[in-house]
């Protein structure tokens, strides 16, 4: 990727929040919102709840019960992520799938008008549905927003060819197409999140978001894990 990105927008795995002194780390906060704020383009946040809750590890709850709890979570997750970067000086938009009192309702125009303003717009909510992922979500708010690109920041590299926490010698693989991902099934990311994508002709990048200036590398331009178009 060599053309500069002018609106991105980043799935922010819930678990990138957390750290060793809970699901909330200040460390990671500055981390991440250290390396988001170096790079003076337009961006909007999907986050998951993974730091709060895991509906498949929950056997006590059946399926729509946790992924109610969860788009309640990405609220909570998108209210401190808010607070760290209004602390920093930047202006921040919630935008919310569910209703609540402390954010704004789903509107893509008006999420147009203030990023180019310079607001960063945090969705939350997921999709306000049970049994859709937040990387669907993520893929449906790019393409509502008309980004440029889609992000996936998590602790995985990208796309590799055999799972790397089974096979040591597995290799990441630098390019893909929409189709090649899709026959495959890989799973970094959600197949229909990867359809809506295709259809959109929105480019997709899976990347590891501890990986240093990792965010300020994709806002300039720069590749830096598996590129999906």
């Given at each position: ?145 008309d980004a440029d690109l889609l992000v996936k920041g998590s602790d995985v590299a990208g ?40 259809a959109s002709g929105l480019p997709i990048e899976v ?23």
């Amino acid at each position: 990727m060599s053309d500069r990105p002018t609106r991105i927008l980043l799935k922010l795995s819930g678990e990138a929040l957390k750290g060793e002194d809970g699901p909330f780390s200040p460390v990671s906060f500055e981390r991440i919102c250290d390396d988001l704020l170096s790079v003076p383009i337009e961006w909007a946040i999907v986050v998951g709840a993974g730091n709060l809750i895991r509906g498949a590890k929950s056997p006590w709850l059946d399926r729509v019960e946790a992924d109610t709890m969860g788009m309640l979570a990405t609220v909570l997750n998108a209210l401190a992520l808010k607070a760290y970067l209004s602390h920093r000086g930047r202006r921040v938009v919630i935008q919310s799938a569910i209703d609540t009192q402390l954010t704004d309702t789903f509107s893509p125009d008006r999420a147009k008008t203030v990023l180019s303003e310079g607001t960063v717009v945090i969705f939350a909510g997921g999709t306000g549905s049970p049994w859709v992922t937040t990387d669907t979500a993520a893929a449906l708010r790019a393409v509502s927003i008309d980004a440029d690109l889609l992000v996936k920041g998590s602790d995985v590299a990208g796309v590799y060819d055999r799972d790397p926490a089974l096979d040591a010698s597995a290799s990441r693989i630098a390019a893909l197409t929409y189709d090649e991902y899709l026959e495959k099934e890989y799973g970094v990311m959600d197949l229909t999140a990867v359809a809506i994508c295709r259809a959109s002709g929105l480019p997709i990048e899976v990347f590891d978001l501890r990986s240093p200036n990792a965010l300020a590398s994709i806002g300039a331009g720069k590749q830096v894990g598996t590129r999906i178009e």
